[in-house]
Structure formats: C-alpha cells, structure tokens
C-alpha cells in the first residue's frame, strides 16, 4: 500500500533517522512535527528538533529516513534535506522526497539494533522434509525468554533452553512504551547461537531473524525501535551534561 504527500496529516509526529559514517548502529533518531506540505514541489517542512540543532544537524544534500504515521501505519519517506528557514520564530528544515511520489509502507530493511529487556515467548514450529510448517505436528510449549536486543528484523533473546540455528519459531512479545502499545505475534528463524556460562540462569543466546510478520505488527515494532533508539540518544546527551 502506498500513500502521498497529500495523505499526509500536518501536525503529525515524525521521526526523522539520520546515518551514521561510523555504522548503522550509530544512525540517530529525532523527533519532529509535519508543518507543511508541497505537493507539487514534492516538499515537507517539519520543524527542526531542538537537540538537532545542538548537537548533530542535517546538512542540505544530506538523505535521511523520515517515519510518518498516517491511518494507523508507519510511511517511510526517503528525503533529501534542502536546507533551514524560520517562520513564526519557529526553524523549519525543508526536505524534498528523494524517491518516487508514492510513499510506501516503511519496510525492515533498517537493522540497526537497540538495548531492550523484554519478556518473550517462543515455539518451537515443527518442520517437513521440504522445510515447510508441518501442519501433522503441534508446536511447542512456550519456552520463556528475554530479549537482549531488538531491532526491525529481528530480536537476540536469552534463553533457559538450548535452541539450534536453523530453527523456526513463532515468538510473541508485547511492546511498552509511550503511546506505543501492543503485543505482535511474528515467525522467525534462529541464525546465530552463543554458549554462555551454564551458571547463568540463561545459559543460551541467540538472534532470531523476522521471516513472516503483519504489516500492523511489523510497524509497531519498527516504531518501537526508533522509540527506543531515540531515548537512548536522549540519556546519552543527558550523561553529557
């Protein structure tokens, strides 16, 4: 599903992620508002985060990801920052769309990573021969976990039981945070194991990759990353001080 500029709500929260020449895991993630809207010109003016403005700022040519909630889904726009301008003592930064007219739905292919201690369940989902869901076998009991880590696609948890690479889950886990609210429901794939101490009331680590998931739940968990990113941007600069 697509949307475009005219669908655009003003006054709508935005997230805008800006990259990192370090790595994807040192991108950063601020708040903004959706002031205005070009259609013609293919522009936006959001206004200007304060902490932008201290610290890290977009430079004009710079490409950026602004994330934009329009009829209850997350909309990734891909951006080029044109520059700053003030209007009624407020900085605005003018961006233009980058690619296409059309807004798509934003996807998983951001990776970058965040710390987060949550509670997850997971089963164990049968497989055929050919590497299908077996439908003649039931999954398993739920195995409680906690995540180590999560991020758009995909989840580290730490685990009381000894999981395989290769493997496929179905892994439940709910989402707290601001007005982030939910619990999603997706299938995944074991693609890394870690041995840790056998004293440690976890013995096990392991990252499981997103392989099926909705879109609603693929998007609360993608805002939930850059929720999460942001804070811990923000308790950085607060350890600055």
Do not use: W
């Not at 889904?73 to 003030?86: H, K, S, T, V």
């Amino acid at each position: 599903m697509a949307i475009t500029l005219s669908d655009l709500t003003l006054g709508a929260k935005i997230e805008i992620e800006t990259y990192s020449s370090v790595g994807v895991q040192n991108n950063r993630v601020f708040l903004s508002r959706l002031d205005e809207v070009d259609v013609k010109a293919g522009e936006i003016r959001m206004l200007a985060p304060i902490d932008m403005l201290t610290g890290h700022r977009i430079h004009a040519g710079e490409i950026f990801n602004a994330y934009v909630m329009s009829a209850g889904m997350l909309y990734q726009l891909r951006c080029r920052a044109i520059g700053y301008e003030r209007s009624n003592k407020t900085i605005l930064l003018v961006a233009k769309l980058a690619e296409k007219t059309h807004i798509e739905n934003a996807n998983r292919r951001n990776e970058f990573r965040v710390k987060a201690l949550i509670d997850v369940a997971i089963c164990r989902i049968p497989q055929t021969e050919e590497g299908k869901d077996d439908p003649l076998q039931d999954p398993s009991p739920p195995i409680k976990c906690i995540t180590s880590d999560i991020s758009a696609g995909g989840i580290g948890i730490v685990s009381r039981a000894s999981l395989h690479v290769g493997e496929v889950l179905k892994c439940e886990l709910s989402l707290k945070k601001e007005e982030i609210q939910g619990t999603i429901t997706f299938k995944g794939r074991v693609v890394r194991i870690i041995e840790r101490d056998k004293k440690d009331a976890f013995p096990y680590a392991a990252g499981i990759k997103v392989e099926t998931i909705s879109a609603a739940d693929s998007s609360l968990l993608l805002r939930y990353a850059l929720a999460c990113q942001r804070e811990e941007l923000r308790q950085r600069s607060d350890d600055k001080k």
